[in-house]
């Protein structure tokens, strides 16, 4: 009997030493563009995106985190907010709603957060059913006059329609490097608390879902609204009686709202690496590994080329 315990001991010790493995798999890195390579100076330059988990660090890379796999020095690294996203915006308007914190939720989000080539579509339950009312958001100024007029309504409405909607939107859109997806779900309650689960095709896709709860009287529901994001990928924020937005000093986010929207910002990140090579191969065509290295836990590798003469 007890070698069995034993045996069983050991094969849960050995799933257990497997799990760093299977986490590498939550961090991708992608080749953006084509490398440059400059042969007065030696220098390669490439541009990546590095994705991951929204509890994986990822804005602040060093070249210790980059691992090049030719002989190498001087590794550079540089980082901007480039890529534009395509973003799907629930808009739940159901009656006891506070429509002006809902307002200046998602005034905060475009003025501070948009920019003008991003793939914007609101789904809005303002309706007589739960069919949501699909706008797309062309320029700051389109969104500005969608949002004033978004007034609470004398319905409850469902929300498993207007999620799928969006997260199918998304999903034709395909997935890219330079265009990455995310959801968002602002509201100030979820009528049917059953509902939390119909985030949960976001993270199958490996979309991210965000959920912001603007309100002023209705912090018992906030478990459901965390359960939402959490099945849906993403981050939640309580946003209870409009105090993480500063209207007074142009709708700027603050607390966890500025958390959940710098998190979906951060997806635009590229970085940009350049090092002068010392490899003395003569081939024309030199094909490189790259590695991306968070901690002994999480990695990825990439493969790119660049011709020389």
Partial sequence: MMRYRIAWMIIILMMLNLVPTLAQDNLTVEIVGDPVFDETTNTVSVNLVVQGETNLELTNLTPANFVIGEPSSNLVVTADRQLPIAIGIVVDLSFGSDDDLIQDTLRSFFLNYYHP?????????????????????DSLETANQIIDGLKQQPHYYFITDALNLALNDLRIKGSSPVRPRVGLYVSSLISRPSEVTASAGFTQEGIPLYVVQAHRRRNQQAPLFRQLANNGGGLYSNNQSGLFVLNEIDYQAVNTLKVLFDTIDNMRLVYHLSYTTQNQSLLETQAVPITVRLNTQYSATTNFSYNRT
């Fill in 117 to 137: 080539d991003d793939d914007v579509t609101l789904y809005i339950l303002d309706g007589e059913t739960n069919q949501p009312r699909m706008v797309e958001i």
